[in-house]
């Protein structure tokens, strides 16, 4: 990212962020990238200690802003996402990842739920398609301040 700054206008930033996660990264660098990310109705973050560039504080409350549905979950929805996840980590190997903004925790549950059914190479598709959702939200969120 840093060969292309400055970048041309937010619209060039948000293409090229998209460009090099389809076609420059690997498998194994859409895996590192997961495992920044708090688990879906996780209460600890997974981020490493330190500041993550956009700061790590900004990162937790972005974070738990885009899981807010999450909050108004009872204790048993809480448990079926917290189940859900662990099924789907060690299944997958990864932690559940899916665009959390605007969903319920009914939402996320029947999406992680659906997607357990997948076999290894089409989930770690769709997982890196949601994390460039995350991204390309939370690129917007850098350039409107």
């Known amino acids: 990212m840093m060969e292309g700054f400055p970048f041309d206008s937010d619209e060039d930033l948000q293409n090229?962020?998209?460009?090099i996660w389809y076609h420059e990264c690997k498998e194994e660098d859409w895996v590192e990238a997961f495992r920044?990310?708090?688990?879906?109705?996780?209460?600890s973050p997974l981020l490493p200690?330190?500041?993550s560039g956009v700061g790590l504080a900004t990162t937790k409350a972005w974070a738990a802003a885009e899981q807010?549905?999450?909050k108004q979950a009872n204790a048993e929805m809480t448990e079926r996402l917290a189940r859900g996840n662990k099924e789907y980590e060690e299944k997958f190997g990864f932690i559940f990842?899916?665009?959390?903004?605007?969903?319920s925790a009914e939402e996320m549950l029947a999406?992680?739920?659906s997607r357990l059914i997948n076999d290894y190479d089409e989930e770690i598709k769709i997982a890196m398609s949601e994390q460039n959702k995350?991204?390309?939200?939370?690129l917007k969120k850098l350039i409107n301040g």
């Open 111 to 113: 999406i992680l739920e």
């Open 97 to 103: 990842i899916v665009c959390a903004t605007g969903r």
């Open 68 to 70: 807010s549905g999450v």
């Open 49 to 51: 200690e330190g500041d």
């Open 134 to 138: 995350i991204t390309q939200i939370r």
């Open 16 to 19: 090229k962020a998209a460009t």
């Open 36 to 43: 920044q990310h708090l688990k879906i109705g996780g209460l």
